[in-house]
């Protein structure tokens, strides 16, 4: 069976498309409104959602992300609420790529075989996961393999030819390029180097790019769509979310998703 993740870029690629893949950490600022929110950006127009799974100690996240880990952790949000939630999504909306990002510790304390098997059966194509290097992945990404759960890797502009090689040859779906040397966050600009980072993971793979850290405007989006297949984006969205009311949680992500896609021509 078709992994979702290839349909839409399938799609995506026969439209002539710009694929825009929203973040939402699961649970915040409650679990009800990660949902509502995760459907509201996925009926805006995302065509990938990313969820995050609460994770007290993080490496890649900024301090948006880390300030909607902690009050998802405070309201004793777990890996097993984060499989729950990704079932309620998946019942209202039976296409969208899921792309669960978290670190490792959680899923080795839930058990590999089991979380990749549970993670596949609540609806999950894919993970991403900061923390787990391409030389040490081989073991999780063969589980992952027999379930069609693609592992996505993230590339940096720190990494190096041959590090790109090895995580360009363990992918599936899509790869994840790091548009900074940094954690995430809203920035004002779009990394000069980043174009020419993604010709050097081009040179070793033919699956589409992805651009994360940072994206915050429809300028970012409209200057990025020109190299890259599609654009990650959450803390300039999340901010906008822990400025208002929680209640208007999912008209907020709305226009922010609907403004970026308006970056872009067609």
């Known amino acids: 069976m078709l992994n979702r993740i290839d349909k839409t870029f399938n799609s995506i690629n026969n439209n002539g498309k710009f694929a825009l893949a929203p973040f939402i950490t699961i649970g915040y600022p409650d679990v009800d409104t990660s949902v509502q929110m995760s459907l509201a950006a996925l009926k805006a127009g995302g065509d990938i959602l990313e969820l995050g799974v609460p994770f007290s100690d993080p490496l890649a996240d900024g301090p948006t992300i880390q300030m909607t880990s902690s009050q998802a ?64 992945s081989g073991e999780f990404n063969a589980l992952c393999q027999e379930q069609n759960l693609y592992l996505i890797p993230l590339l940096a502009p720190t990494s190096t030819d041959s590090r790109i090689r090895l995580a360009c040859k363990g992918a599936s779906g899509f790869i994840y390029c790091v548009s900074l040397t940094g954690v995430t966050g809203a920035r004002s600009e779009v990394s000069s180097g980043l174009e020419e980072l993604i010709k050097r993971i081009r040179s070793y793979s033919d699956l589409p790019v992805l651009v994360g850290f940072g994206i915050s405007t429809k300028s970012h989006v409209a200057k990025i769509s020109k190299f890259a297949n599609g654009a990650v984006f959450a803390s300039a969205m999340l901010d906008q979310v822990s400025e208002g009311q929680k209640e208007n949680a999912g008209i907020i992500v709305s226009k922010f998703v609907n403004n970026l896609r308006s970056g872009l021509k067609g």
């Open 73 to 136: 952790l405070e309201i004793g949000v777990t890996l097993k609420t984060c499989l729950e939630t990704i079932k309620r999504i998946r019942k209202e909306n039976s296409e969208a790529p899921l792309i669960l990002m978290g670190y490792i510790n959680p899923f080795l304390k839930y058990g590999l075989a089991k979380f990749v098997k549970d993670a596949v059966s609540a609806g999950v194509d894919g993970l991403i996961i900061p923390d787990l290097p391409a030389e040490e």
